[in-house]
C-alpha cells in the first residue's frame, strides 16, 4: 500500500453512540493547551476531521475522538471530539468509550477493581472512574464539568410550531433544551429521522436569537445542540440530542444529561445526592447524580456525576492513497438531510 498518511484508529461505542478513538498516526496539533488544538482544527486546518469523519471512510452516525498529550499535569490523556460539523470540547459518551480504549489497550494500566483516568478535555478536567475485571472496563462513572442554567422557559419563535419553551444550559457544551411534547412527537426510534430534522431546524433558530459565552471560556459561545426531553418516571428522563447535519444521539447524552440537571436543580426539581436515569431513543440508559454545587462566574452550577458502559468492536487502520481523488471525503445530500450544506 502506498498511503500518503496512516491513523491507528480503536473502534469503541458507549450504550449504541460511536465514538471512534485515534491512538497514532496524527503528529503535533499546534496550541498550548486542549482548547487551542481543538481551536486549530476548528479555525485554521480541519483536513483531519474532514478526512475521518466524511464518506468514504467516515458516517454521520458516529465521532471521531482525537488523543493529544495532556496538558495538564495531573491528567492522563487529552482529548477532543470531531464531528460532521467541527470539533467539539466535550461529550460523556465519547469520554466513556475514551476510558474504555485507554485501559483496554493499555494506553493506561489497568487497576481491578477501578482504575481512575484524569481527562485533559477543552474545557477543563474530568475524573473518570472505571469499574474493571478480567481485563475489561465493565463501566465508566464520569465527574463532569460544573454545569449551569443560561435562561429558563425562555420562548423562541419557530416558523413550524409558533412559540415554545426552551431552557438554556451548558453541561460541557451549550444546549437548548425542548420538552417534545410541544413537538407533538415521542422520541424512539421510529421518530428519530423527524426529530433530527426538527432539532437542527431549533438549533439555528436558537443561536439566531439567543446569544451565550462561558464564562471562563469565552470562544465556547454557541449552541452545540438541542435535546428534546420527556420525563416518563418521578426519577427517569427519556432523552434525545440531535446533532448537525441531522441525526440523533444514539447514548442518552452525558453533556446534554448534566444540562438537563442542571435545568432541575434550578427548578428545586433535584438536590445533592439526586440520582437520575437518562434513557436514549433505543432503550440505553446512563446513571445521573448530582454530587454537589457550586459556581461558574457567578452562576449558580450543579457538578454531576455520569455512568454507562463502552464496548471496543474494531482495531484498524485508516489511510489515504496519493491517488484517491476522495482523500478529504465528501458529502452527499441523502444522508445529510436537511442539514446538507446549501451554496
Known sequence: MRW?????????????EIGKVITGGVGKIPGDTVLDKMNYINEVDDS???????????ALAMSFNLLVPPTRPE????????????????????????????????????QEPETTVVLDTAVG???????????????VSLEMMPAFVEELDLEIETPDFG????????????????????????????????????GVKF?????????VEHPLYPSINKIAYVMFRNR?????????????????????????SSANLATLAARGLADVGSRLVS??????????????RTEIGGRPAVLPRIEGRGWVFSVEQLGVDPTDPFGTGFMVSDTWGEGFPQG
Open 232 to 256: 416518563v418516571a418521578d426519577d427517569v428522563y427519556q432523552t434525545c440530542t440531535t446533532l448537525v447535519p441531522g441525526r440523533i444521539d444514539r447514548s442518552p447524552c452525558g453533556t446534554g
Open 4 to 16: 500518503k498518511k496512516t491513523l491507528q484508529v480503536v473502534g469503541v461505542h458507549a450504550e449504541g
Open 279 to 292: 434513557r436514549s431513543a433505543i432503550g440505553s440508559e446512563f446513571k445521573v447524580e448530582m454530587l454537589g
Open 48 to 58: 483531519l476531521r474532514r478526512l475521518c469523519v466524511f464518506e468514504p471512510r467516515g
Open 75 to 110: 491528567a492522563h490523556a487529552g482529548f477532543f471530539i470531531m464531528q460532521a460539523d467541527r470539533a467539539h470540547p466535550m461529550s460523556g459518551s465519547n469520554s466513556i468509550c475514551v476510558v474504555t480504549a485507554l485501559l483496554e489497550l493499555g494506553i493506561v494500566p489497568m
Open 203 to 211: 438549533a439555528d433558530i436558537v443561536n439566531e436569537q439567543v446569544k
Open 163 to 198: 412559540k415554545i419553551k426552551v431552557d438554556i444550559a451548558f453541561g460541557g457544551v451549550y444546549y437548548a433544551l425542548v420538552d417534545v411534547d410541544q413537538v407533538g412527537m415521542d422520541i424512539n426510534a421510529e421518530n428519530a429521522r423527524r426529530l433530527a430534522d426538527l
Open 125 to 139: 478536567l474530568v475524573t473518570a472512574r472505571a469499574r474493571c475485571n478480567d481485563g475489561r472496563c465493565e463501566s
